[in-house]
């Protein structure tokens, strides 16, 4: 069974130096399209670019930074959310050498009438690209269960938790990403997946006068609010 992805495109482009824009226009129902340009592995191949979309569909469930129109877009790992509100929306970026990129787009590229264009060459085609199973955004079933609970968490029973609702929902289990206090960490711990696949990653310190709250959202199809909630509870340290 596929992984359903938070994206529907990913292309490896091989591109001369210089200036390039991606242009779009809206469409009926989005006005913005998520987005992640990245130098690409030294293997541009289908196989490569599915190994490559588990650590990408991460990315793509954390934090997004906007661009409106005329902006000038970055190249690494991060999301990039494109506000295409105007007919011909466009956005830039340079490469000072010749370069092999990976996109991954939220939607399919046609449906914006996305193209990119290269400012002596004109447009750019991909080298490989693939249109991967789209996530059930508009299934009536999907919903969202968010906790928030005060203290400090057991990094064990926390990690037996997050393991038992990963092979208990699966692939229902889109995305989920929170700020939890673990004990005898000075940081805020930073958790975010997507299905089978999360990271937990230091953030900032907590501050000394600030208190340890913890908070997670789940967002798949057919899930269980009690269960997650006592489940997430049932991680809180002892008094």
């Not at 541009?44 to 000038?72: E, H, V, Y």
Request: net charge negative; proline share 4%.
């Amino acid at each position: 069974m596929e992984i359903e992805y938070p994206f529907e495109y990913g292309g490896f482009y091989s591109l001369k130096k210089g200036t390039y824009r991606i242009s779009a226009s809206p469409n009926r129902e989005e006005k913005s399209i998520k987005i992640i340009i990245a130098l690409a592995p030294e293997e541009t191949t289908l196989d490569s670019l599915n190994t490559i979309a588990n650590p990408a569909a991460i990315i793509f469930s954390g934090q997004c930074t906007s661009k409106s129109s005329g902006s000038i877009l970055s190249i690494g790992k991060e999301v990039q959310e494109l506000l295409i509100t105007e007919t011909d929306s466009n956005f830039t970026f340079s490469l000072p050498e010749d370069s092999c990129l990976v996109f991954f787009t939220q939607h399919l590229p046609h449906e914006f009438s996305l193209t990119l264009n290269h400012t002596d060459y004109g447009i750019q085609e991909p080298l490989v690209y693939k249109e991967f199973r789209a996530a059930h955004a508009h299934d009536e079933a999907v919903s969202s269960v968010g906790v928030e609970i005060e203290g400090e968490l057991d990094p064990e029973a926390f990690t037996y938790f997050i393991n038992g609702v990963i092979h208990t929902f699966g692939n229902d289990l889109y995305r989920y990403k929170g700020i939890v206090a673990i004990k005898g960490e000075s940081e805020k711990i930073v958790l975010q997946g997507v299905h089978m696949l999360f990271e937990m990653q230091p953030g900032v310190l907590w501050k000394k006068d600030e208190s340890r709250k913890n908070a997670i959202i789940f967002i798949g199809k057919n899930l269980d609010r009690n269960l997650l909630t006592q489940g997430f509870i049932s991680c809180l340290v002892q008094k």
